[in-house]
Every structure is written in structure tokens, then in C-alpha cells.
Nanobody
Framework: QVQLVESGGGSVQAGGSLRLSCVASGYTYSSYCMGWFRQAPGKEREGVAAIYTGGGSTYYADSVKGRFTISQDNAKNTLYLQMNSLKPEDTAMYYC?????????????????????WGQGTQVTVSS
């Protein structure tokens, strides 16, 4: 069983920065892939970024490339999402997710149903 707890959300003005954290417990930090997803009111959940924990390969949604950075600290069992140059359209609930079974094999990280474990979410609000 994997437990994921996100933190770091908040309210910022456009152009600002936030760093989200996700602490994993209840399992050795050997998830195949860790990802960040977000969901805005009335919209579907969408993939933001992912990291394959073995090789460290990272992937980003086009909408956040160059602004967001996903990283991991295995010693702390923690996943991060550094978000810079935030825009009002980044406003959403952000979720951390873990794939421990390898369902995201081959770089196919964008499907939320491939992630078996989820955190409770942390709200990010960006005002213009």
C-alpha cells in the first residue's frame, strides 16, 4: 500500500512560483513512475509531468514545458513539482500519483487510470 501526501499549494499572482511536494510512505520508494496531474473545475484530470524513477526520464505536458520541473529525492521519498511563471490557467487541484506496476511503460504517462495510487490533492490558485 502506498500513501501519498501533497503539500505546497497556495494562492499566487500570475508570474509567481510555487513548489509542490509529495511524500510517499507505506512502500519503498521504488514506484515505476511518479506523476503530477491537475484538475480544474468542470474539466477532466490532465497529466502535468511525470518522472520514471529508475532512469530519471521526465515528461511534461506542452502547456507547462519550460515553466515546470519535476524532480525526486529518493532519500526523502519525496516528489517535487517546481512551478514558475504561473498563469491563471494553471489554477487547479494538483494531485500526486504513483504507478507501481509499470502500466506507464514506454513513456505512456498521460493516462490517469494507469496510476494506482493518488494523494488527496493540493489547491493551486493563480490570480491575474
Amino acid at each position: 500500500q502506498v500513501q501519498l501526501v501533497e503539500s505546497g499549494g497556495g494562492s499566487v499572482q500570475a508570474g509567481g512560483s510555487l513548489r509542490l511536494s509529495c511524500v510517499a510512505s507505506g512502500y519503498t520508494y521504488s514506484s515505476y513512475c511518479m506523476g503530477w496531474f491537475r484538475q480544474a473545475p468542470g474539466k477532466e484530470r490532465e497529466g502535468v509531468a511525470a518522472i520514471y524513477t529508475g532512469g530519471g526520464s521526465t515528461y511534461y505536458a506542452d502547456s507547462v514545458k519550460g515553466r515546470f520541473t519535476i524532480s525526486q529525492d529518493n532519500a526523502k521519498n519525496t516528489l517535487y513539482l517546481q512551478m514558475n511563471s504561473l498563469k491563471p490557467e494553471d489554477t487547479a487541484m494538483y494531485y500526486c500519483a504513483a504507478d507501481v506496476l509499470g502500466a506507464t511503460y514506454g513513456g505512456r504517462w498521460g493516462k490517469s487510470s494507469d496510476f494506482g495510487y493518488w494523494g488527496q490533492g493540493t489547491q493551486v490558485t493563480v490570480s491575474s
